[in-house]
């Protein structure tokens, strides 16, 4: 069973109710054809109803056939059709010719039946609707030779029985023509199941970035539909010989496409925190599609009965949706309603082409492909769309909270995130089973440097003590100003070290000098005081204050020196 008429079906069934066109009487056309290259994929033919789905060959002939190209859609009141094809040969050379029928793989069944003044003389009847090899079947095409003498006229029947619609075009070929079509069959179709897998690949690296489920549930959707593509154009017969009895329920991804829709249109929006009243609706499609696709896993023809009303429902829900998110400014919801509004319109074109009421071209025959694929890439700008709004949301955040933690003169930390941070790394020492150090510094004599140079100046010497300060730090070590002219540093080293680098903070303090407004060398010192944090139970109001207490002991030595609490 094709994936694509019953889909084609259900919309038209739920949308439209067009009456057939008046079928009109003509004289049978004759294909004159000589030694010249025949590939014939334009002529004139005739075909015929036959309502019964019972005639023989014999009744068949002697019904008046209704004239037409050789290109066919006659919609769903046309299950058993048959088309009359008469060709002469006007060469002095037998000619070999193949009838295509390379849209066979969607029907039931497809008959040829050679004739010469009304006698039999060849027919090949292919049943499409059980499993196993099919003669004169190749990928997707159904293909029937004979020969035709010189100045001979045949009439070839062509039977089509379809599941639901009815449409099919007939080529007619020379042996080389025959071959090349064989090889060409199906390309367009394999560039759109190319397009679909590239939107994976694409999808894949997008979840990569942003690790969100509404990307895996963007994967469902488009394994879904490139299921629903290859069973509706001819995929899977075209590449792999597989034909409706053997791929049945694969036409189960008609109830999953939508419901994994519906899921992403929940998840991006996130109508359930931000949406109520929408998010009920789309919860009761959901309910619907999933119960009937949990049905289709036992009984896939009977869940696809209901599928017209569901389509319908969904497609409403969906719309009207979007068009509320978009009506209360949602910033996506724009897009998708375009998208989905794609999908709609060229699903309304293939079903007007199946119903025989538009001409056949690609885009109307290809038209559900196509929809598919236009809601696939704007399913997929959307969620670009969203993970750059993401990041730049997340790092606006990130910006926020550096503001809000880091001392903004210097750009180091400020005191609330040194005590928060240093609490968290004192309780893990036991289990890191790492030391840490604390430096205390304070500057020198630093009113005096603003009294006497000025406020600027002062600013100047912090902003370079505390550049010294971040050029000893190693990256998991804290560095703060802990207020004023006063720094602190959590090091991530023995005691001994620390000392080390307080020494050298101190040396390369002592030998900065910074330019005063009238070009004098400023220079300043810093006094020192070191502590090794004793365990995980310290706490770091007693680490500051035993290392403040080493502190005040080096300004009471002279300053610019350093001291280690005892």
């Not at 053997?246 to 109508?271: A, G, H, K, R």
């Not at 998208?339 to 699903?347: K, P, Q």
């Amino acid at each position: 069973m094709i994936a694509r008429l019953l889909l084609l079906f259900f919309i038209s069934h739920s949308f439209f109710a067009f009456a057939q066109n008046s079928p009109t009487t003509s004289i049978d056309s004759v294909i004159s054809l000589n030694n010249e290259q025949v590939n014939l994929t334009r002529f004139d033919m005739s075909y015929f109803i036959d309502k019964t789905g019972k005639m023989t060959l014999s009744q068949i002939q002697n019904q008046t056939f209704t004239a037409s190209e050789n290109e066919l859609t006659l919609g769903t009141n046309a299950k058993t059709t048959w088309s009359k094809i008469t060709v002469k040969n006007n060469d002095s050379d037998t000619l070999r010719l193949f009838i295509h029928n390379p849209d066979a793989y969607h029907l039931e069944e497809v008959g040829f039946y050679e004739t010469h003044n009304g006698q039999l003389i060849n027919q090949s009847e292919i049943q499409l609707d059980t499993s196993g090899p099919k003669a004169n079947m190749f990928g997707g095409s159904a293909v029937f030779s004979f020969y035709i003498a010189p100045q001979q006229q045949k009439t070839i029947y062509v039977k089509s029985v379809t599941f639901s619609h009815q449409w099919f075009a007939l080529n007619i070929y020379n042996e080389e023509h025959s071959k090349r079509a064989l090889v060409g069959n199906g390309n367009y179709i394999a560039l759109l199941v190319g397009m679909m897998l590239a939107l994976m690949i694409y999808n894949f690296f997008l979840y990569l970035s942003a690790r969100k489920i509404e990307n895996i549930v963007y994967a469902l959707y488009l394994i879904s539909g490139t299921v629903w593509v290859a069973l509706s154009y001819g995929v899977a017969a075209n590449f792999f010989g597989i034909f409706s009895a053997e791929v049945l329920q694969l036409n189960s991804s008609l109830l999953s496409m939508p419901s994994f829709l519906v899921i992403f249109v929940m998840l991006i929006f996130e109508t359930k925190k931000h949406y109520p009243k929408e998010h009920i609706a789309l919860s009761l499609i959901l309910v619907l599609l999933v119960g009937d696709f949990i049905y289709s896993l036992f009984d896939v023809v009977g869940a696809l009965k209901p599928a017209s009303t569901l389509a319908a429902m969904m497609m409403t829900v969906t719309f009207g949706v979007s068009i509320s998110l978009w009506r209360k400014g949602d910033p996506l919801a724009k897009y998708f309603l375009l998208g989905h509004s794609l999908f709609v319109i060229f699903n309304m074109l293939a079903v007007l082409y199946y119903k025989g009421i538009t001409d056949a071209n690609v885009i109307n025959s290809h038209g559900v492909g196509i929809g598919i694929l236009l809601e696939a890439l704007m399913m997929a700008f959307i969620l670009s769309y969203r993970i750059k709004t993401l990041e730049k949301i997340k790092a606006q955040q990130k910006e926020l909270t550096r503001l809000v933690d880091t001392d903004p003169m210097t750009g180091l930390y400020n005191r609330r995130y040194f005590d928060r941070k240093s609490e968290e790394l004192i309780a893990a020492m036991a289990s890191n089973h790492q030391e840490l150090t604390l430096i205390i510094a304070d500057l020198d004599h630093f009113k005096a440097i603003n009294d006497t140079y000025g406020h600027d100046i002062g600013d100047k010497v912090i902003i370079e003590f505390a550049n010294i300060l971040t050029t000893q730090q190693r990256k998991d070590d804290i560095a703060c100003r802990y207020g004023g002219e006063e720094f602190v540093l959590l090091l991530h080293c023995s005691l001994h070290d620390a000392k080390a680098v307080a020494e050298r903070i101190r040396e390369k303090a002592a030998n900065t000098r910074i330019k005063s407004n009238d070009a004098q060398a400023v220079k300043f010192t810093v006094s020192l005081g070191v502590h090794s944090v004793a365990h995980a139970s310290t706490t770091i109001k007693e680490t500051l204050s035993i290392a403040d207490k080493a502190l005040y002991k080096a300004k009471n030595n002279g300053r610019n020196c350093v001291e280690v609490a005892v």
